[in-house]
């Protein structure tokens, strides 16, 4: 048995469990997804220092990994059911390989979700990860907002910059955002899926991302900032790594929206005006030299 087999089949292939869904135990050279209903997916890559310290335990490296992909889908009103792994390592061993597998074993247990297949080949350290979603009522769309719409935030904004600063000085303790980002459930999505407009997870910096949504609406927003609200500081605005879901709602269901998830934020508006406008709790516009967070 070579080492990619050695591997794959002691640390990965025992978080693998075959279904109705996903009927194929990983072995072959594809996976296959038995679906009669459209599936969501999406794919993201973590590079080392890029996205995360090369040095980071590889536990937290596949959690992180997994749940930053796995975001994308539930920004979108679904919630992953399945996920492709593809591993690049230099030299991995059997001590980096049993955190990691812990990672992703834990990550299953706490979304419901299913390591499927993947890959696993030699090279500077990456992970790369395909996700794959069931919709429920409908898809949400960052293009879906309208003007008048109120701006949410699933909650508050600066922890993956608290969770990297903590990192940094050798406090692991949890719960860490960064280290560790915590997602909305099954439950909750499916419950808020039906008040949303438009959605996306903020993960480059609120403003970025929600500039996003604008783009793709053809609308612009104006937030505010308030004293005691959803920011420590102004940079939160712009920090990034924080997973939580940005999304827009028609103000009708401001109250269903409070009960469905009480650690929301409202934070604006969307207006026709295609531009952003963060005013502060004086009532002054804030300015930016940029947005968000930017690989390149």
């Given at each position: 048995m070579n080492k990619e087999e050695y591997f794959l089949e002691k640390?990965?292939?025992?978080?693998?469990?075959?279904?109705?869904?996903?009927?194929?135990?990983?072995?072959?050279?594809?996976?296959?997804?038995?679906?009669?209903?459209?599936?969501?997916?999406?794919?993201?890559?973590?590079?080392?220092?890029?996205?995360?310290?090369?040095?980071?335990?590889?536990?937290?490296?596949?959690?992180?990994?997994?749940?930053?992909?796995?975001?994308?889908?539930?920004?979108?009103?679904?919630?992953p059911e399945g996920y492709l792994l593809n591993i690049t390592h230099p030299d991995p061993t059997d001590q980096w390989f049993e955190k990691f597998s812990l990672g992703i074993k834990d990550f299953n247990e706490d979304y419901g979700t299913n390591l499927i297949g993947g890959d696993l080949t030699k090279g500077e350290l990456n992970i790369s990860v395909t996700v794959f979603g069931k919709q429920f009522e409908k898809i949400i769309k960052r293009s879906g907002a309208k003007a008048g719409d109120d701006i949410y935030i699933s909650n508050v904004l600066g922890l993956g910059k608290q969770g990297y600063e903590k990192y940094k000085k050798q406090?692991?303790?949890?719960?860490?955002?960064?280290?560790?980002?915590?997602?909305?459930?099954?439950?909750?999505?499916?419950?808020?899926?039906?008040?949303?407009?438009?959605?996306?997870?903020?993960?480059?910096?609120?403003?970025?991302?929600?500039?996003?949504?604008?783009?793709?609406?053809?609308?612009g927003a104006v937030l505010n900032?308030?004293?005691?609200?959803?920011?420590?500081?102004?940079?939160?605005?712009?920090?990034?790594?924080?997973?939580?879901?940005?999304?827009?709602?028609?103000?009708?269901?401001?109250?269903?929206?409070?009960?469905?998830?009480?650690?929301?934020?409202?934070?604006?508006?969307?207006?026709?005006?295609?531009n952003i406008l963060v005013m502060d709790k004086e009532g002054k516009n804030v300015n930016f030299e940029k947005l968000g967070w930017d690989s390149f």
């Open positions: 640390y990965l292939k025992p978080y693998t469990k075959v279904s109705a869904k996903f009927p194929l135990e990983i072995g072959d050279d594809s996976a296959i997804i038995s679906s009669p209903e459209d599936l969501l997916i999406s794919s993201d890559s973590s590079v080392a220092d890029v996205h995360f310290p090369s040095l980071l335990d590889s536990y937290y490296i596949a959690y992180r990994a997994i749940a930053i992909a796995a975001s994308d889908i539930i920004a979108m009103g679904a919630y406090i692991l303790d949890l719960p860490n955002q960064y280290l560790k980002p915590k997602l909305l459930s099954v439950k909750t999505i499916k419950a808020l899926q039906p008040y949303m407009n438009s959605a996306i997870d903020v993960s480059d910096g609120l403003l970025l991302d929600l500039s996003r949504i604008c783009k793709q609406s053809k609308k900032i308030l004293e005691e609200t959803y920011i420590n500081t102004i940079d939160d605005l712009v920090a990034g790594d924080d997973y939580v879901l940005l999304f827009t709602s028609n103000s009708k269901h401001s109250e269903s929206i409070r009960k469905t998830l009480p650690t929301s934020f409202l934070i604006g508006r969307i207006t026709e005006e295609e």
